[in-house]
C-alpha cells in the first residue's frame, strides 16, 4: 500500500526559512514523480512544482521559482520541499502527492495528510 | 491568473442526484487536457476520485461519476449519502502557466 507521511507543524517568523519532508513507503520511490501542494485557510488547493525523482529534475510554479527548492534523498525515499523568505501569506497546509508521470494532464495520488507552516512574528 | 471556477456550494437530500460544475478556458479545459477530481474532508488530505475525465480509481463508488465537454467538466454524485459531505476540486493543466491549476472548490452539504 502506497503511503506518504509528511512532517509535523512548523511555526516561522517572517523573513525565515522552512524545509518540509515527506517519507513514501510501498513502491518503487524513484517510479514516481514528487508535486508539492498547498492550500491557505480557505482557500483552494495551489500547485508549486514537482520534483522527478528518478533524475533529480526539477519544475517549479512561476509563482514560486525564486523561493522553492526541492530535493530528494533516494536511499531514505523521502522528498523535501523548502521554502525561503516566508511572510504571513505563505500559512498553509502544504501537501506532497506523488504522480506516476510529470506530463500533462497527470493526476496526484496518493496525498500525505499536510503539514501546517504558520508565519507569524 | 487563470483558474477553474466551480460553485461555491451544492446540496441535496440523501438520495438525489448532484453535480458540480467546473468552468476553464481555452488554455486549460479547452485545449483538452484531462480533468481530474478530488474529495476532501475537513483536516484532512484530498483524495483522488475522478481521473483523465471520467475514470474512477479503485475503491471509488460508482454514484460519481465524471464528463468533459469544450472548456467544462462535471462531477455528478448520484444516490447523494451524508458521507459524501465535503469539499470537491476539479484540476487540470494550464499551458499559459505551464503548470497544474485547480478549480475553487465546492462544498457538497446532504440535507
Known amino acids: 500500500q502506497v503511503q506518504i507521511v509528511q512532517s509535523g507543524a512548523e511555526v516561522k517568523k517572517p523573513g525565515a526559512s522552512v524545509k518540509v519532508s515527506c517519507k513514501t513507503s510501498?513502491?518503487?520511490?524513484?517510479?514516481?514523480?514528487i508535486h508539492w501542494v498547498r492550500q491557505a485557510p480557505g482557500q483552494r488547493l495551489e500547485w508549486m512544482g514537482w520534483?522527478?525523482?528518478?533524475?533529480?529534475?526539477?519544475k517549479y510554479s512561476q509563482k514560486f521559482q525564486d523561493r522553492v527548492t526541492f530535493t530528494k534523498d533516494t536511499s531514505a525515499t523521502t522528498a523535501y520541499m523548502g521554502l525561503s523568505t516566508l511572510t504571513s501569506e505563505d500559512t498553509a497546509v502544504y501537501y506532497c502527492?506523488?504522480?506516476?508521470?510529470?506530463?500533462?494532464?497527470?493526476?496526484?495520488?496518493?496525498w500525505g495528510q499536510g503539514t501546517l507552516v504558520t508565519v507569524s512574528s | 491568473q487563470s483558474v477553474l471556477t466551480q460553485p461555491p456550494s451544492v446540496s441535496g437530500a440523501p438520495g438525489q442526484r448532484v453535480t458540480i460544475s467546473c468552468t476553464g478556458s481555452?488554455?486549460?479545459?479547452?485545449?483538452?487536457?484531462?480533468v481530474n477530481w478530488y474529495q476532501q474532508f475537513p483536516g484532512r488530505g484530498p483524495k483522488l476520485l475522478i481521473y483523465?475525465?471520467?475514470n474512477r480509481p479503485s475503491g471509488v463508488p460508482d454514484r460519481f461519476s465524471g464528463s468533459k465537454s469544450g472548456t467544462s467538466a462535471s462531477l455528478a454524485i448520484t444516490g447523494l449519502q451524508a458521507e459524501d459531505e465535503a469539499d470537491y476540486y476539479c484540476?487540470?493543466?494550464?499551458?499559459?502557466?505551464?503548470?497544474?491549476?485547480f478549480g475553487t472548490g465546492t462544498k457538497v452539504t446532504v440535507l
Open positions: 484540476q487540470s493543466y494550464d499551458n499559459t502557466l505551464n503548470g497544474y491549476v
Open positions: 483523465i475525465d471520467s
Open positions: 502527492t506523488a504522480s506516476m508521470t510529470t506530463f500533462p494532464g497527470t493526476w496526484f495520488d496518493p
Open positions: 520534483i522527478n525523482v528518478g533524475n533529480g529534475n526539477t
Open positions: 510501498g513502491y518503487t520511490f524513484t517510479n514516481y514523480a
Open positions: 481555452s488554455s486549460n479545459v479547452g485545449a483538452g487536457y484531462d
